[in-house]
């Protein structure tokens, strides 16, 4: 067998990441598989180590294997210098894990292969590229979606929130998120946003936010997308007009269920290549980290990833 890498980020699901590091690590050495770990140590540490595994290992790496949650794999992709002859495993271990959900992943999924009680399936999807126009240097990749608007600046604020530190020393980091989402409620303004697909442009006006999407899953398990398709090249954009205050969070229950689509003021198409633009610069995240701002294109990577299941 071909040695494993694994790139762990300990501190994901308040920790969960490490309990489940070391259950694997127990049935590794027990069957006495060769692999090697990493423990990553801060934000961004997994897309450096990915990209130093990847080029440094590159002529025996063949498997990379990744505990943690959705931003730890959205790194590791970031990271990676070339995905054509890598196959990699996912074990989730965060608090949302909406690409184990798109992909039905279960850490016990790794476990009966060590176990040798399954054989692994191999499935293929084809990431999100994200170029800046800013910076057209600048290519960026999602596996799950982009949002644009609202969520992207809740996201914006709990970074940013006072006081951090002391919540965090007294344990109420729970509340950092409820508290950000009601202050960017009061003070996040709607926007207009041009969408240029094949060379037509659509515009749409009072934008709280838009989704794009590829798979179901958003937020930790709403379905923003019912029924997106990662096998699919082309993705699911969801653009919401006109929710007043109320309206929104009865919209965000309805997201819950999938049962969103057909309400007033929700407009949603597929696209493979897509340019979206504002007037004002309005932020956006991947996969739940803060990527920059508007304007930026959006197109299907061009080699598919291949994902051991």
Not at 105 to 131: A, C, M, W, Y
Not at 253 to 259: D, S
Request: charged share 25%.
């Amino acid at each position: 067998m071909s040695q494993w890498f694994f790139i762990i980020n300990p501190a994901a699901g308040h920790r969960k990441g490490m309990r489940v590091w070391k259950s694997i690590q127990k049935e590794l050495l027990k069957r006495k598989i060769e692999h090697r770990s990493f423990l990553t140590e801060h934000p961004g540490h997994a897309e450096v180590l990915a990209r130093q595994i990847s080029t440094m290992q590159e002529y025996k790496l063949k498997r990379l294997i990744v505990i943690g949650g959705d931003g730890t794999m959205h790194e590791v992709v970031n990271g990676l210098k070339d995905v054509d002859d890598i196959e990699l495993s996912f074990v989730p271990a965060g608090a949302y894990n909406d690409f184990s959900r798109g992909f039905s992943i279960k850490k016990i999924d790794l476990i009966q292969e060590i176990r040798q009680l399954k054989r692994p399936l191999t499935r293929t999807f084809h990431l999100g590229s994200v170029n800046l126009l800013q910076d057209k240097s600048q290519v960026l990749y999602f596996l799950n979606h982009i949002g644009i608007g609202f969520d992207a600046y809740v996201n914006k604020k709990a970074l940013e929130f006072p006081f951090k530190r002391a919540i965090h020393f007294l344990r109420l980091r729970f509340l950092v998120y409820p508290l950000s989402h009601l202050y960017a409620s009061a003070t996040f303004r709607p926007f207009s946003l041009a969408c240029t697909i094949e060379g037509e442009t659509q515009e749409f006006h009072h934008v709280w936010f838009a989704v794009v999407s590829n798979h179901p899953f958003y937020g930790g398990g709403m379905k923003a997308a019912p029924l997106a398709n990662p096998r699919e090249q082309a993705f699911d954009i969801i653009i919401v007009e006109n929710l007043p205050f109320l309206k929104k969070y009865w919209f965000l229950c309805l997201m819950t269920f999938g049962k969103h689509t057909k309400m007033d003021g929700v407009t949603m198409f597929k696209a493979k290549d897509i340019l979206f633009y504002t007037k004002d610069k309005i932020p956006f995240h991947a996969d739940g980290e803060i990527m920059g701002t508007t304007p930026f294109r959006l197109a299907s990577s061009p080699s598919p990833l291949r994902i051991k299941t």
